[in-house]
């Protein structure tokens, strides 16, 4: 690749890390390429990108974009997996593939502008979605709000048996 392609690739790989929300960095070393090709499509479907790009050219990227602090992670064979949008789904899907697959390590990364280490980012795989939090926090109002009717629906049908009873003795 030409110096004009480089500078392509760091000025592309910039923009990407300058709106990507989430970054994880592994070590791809030892993966086939059919289980590269399959850690890429899962990552598509959950609406990240998979690239593996030279080292040089991503601590250029990352000094391009204000985000040298991946500089720390960028030693040895590397891969950036990009996401925007919930950051777990990304370290889930990341931490489920080196589970099954020992070869691959994640090195680091970083959420908006935050540096995780590789035990952070297994943390964050084992927390639920935003989807599932917001879920159980509509469950959680939910929940009171229809013990509240239920307990006035009581309430009233009591207030009418009484009602009833009263009509019944006076009438």
Same mark, same amino acid.
């Given at each position: ?6 500078? &392509?690739?760091?000025? /592309? ?8 929300? &989430?970054?994880?960095? @592994? /070590? ?25 790009? +030279? ?7 990352? +000094?391009? %974009? ?11 064979? @590397? ?6 949008? *919930?950051? &777990?789904?990304? !370290?889930?899907?990341? !931490?489920?593939? #080196?589970?099954?697959?020992? !070869?691959?390590? =994640? ?9 995780? #280490? ?7 795989? @084992? ?8 879920? +159980? ?8 709000? %229809?013990?509240?009717?239920? $307990?006035?629906?009581?309430? =009233?049908?009591?207030? $009418? ?7 019944? *003795? +006076?009438?």
């Amino acid at each position: 690749m030409g110096r004009q392609g480089k500078e &392509t690739v760091v000025k /592309d790989l910039a923009e990407i890390l300058r709106t990507a929300e &989430t970054a994880i960095i @592994t /070590d791809y070393r030892g993966l086939k390429v059919e289980e590269v090709s399959n850690l890429r499509m899962r990552l598509r479907e959950a609406g990240a990108q998979y690239l593996v790009v +030279k080292n040089t050219l991503s601590r250029l990227a990352a +000094k391009e %974009s204000e985000r040298e602090n991946l500089n720390q992670f960028l030693v040895g064979p @590397t891969a950036l997996a990009l996401a925007s949008g *919930d950051p &777990t789904i990304l !370290a889930r899907v990341l !931490a489920n593939f #080196s589970e099954r697959h020992q !070869a691959m390590e =994640i090195k680091g990364g970083f959420f908006g502008g935050e540096v995780l #280490s590789r035990d952070q980012l297994r943390l964050w795989a @084992t927390l639920p979605s935003k989807e599932d939090l917001l879920a +159980k926090v509509a469950a959680n109002i939910k929940s009171p709000l %229809s013990n509240l009717v239920n $307990i006035l629906r009581g309430m =009233i049908a009591n207030l $009418i048996y009484v009602l009833q009873a009263v009509k019944k *003795d +006076k009438g």
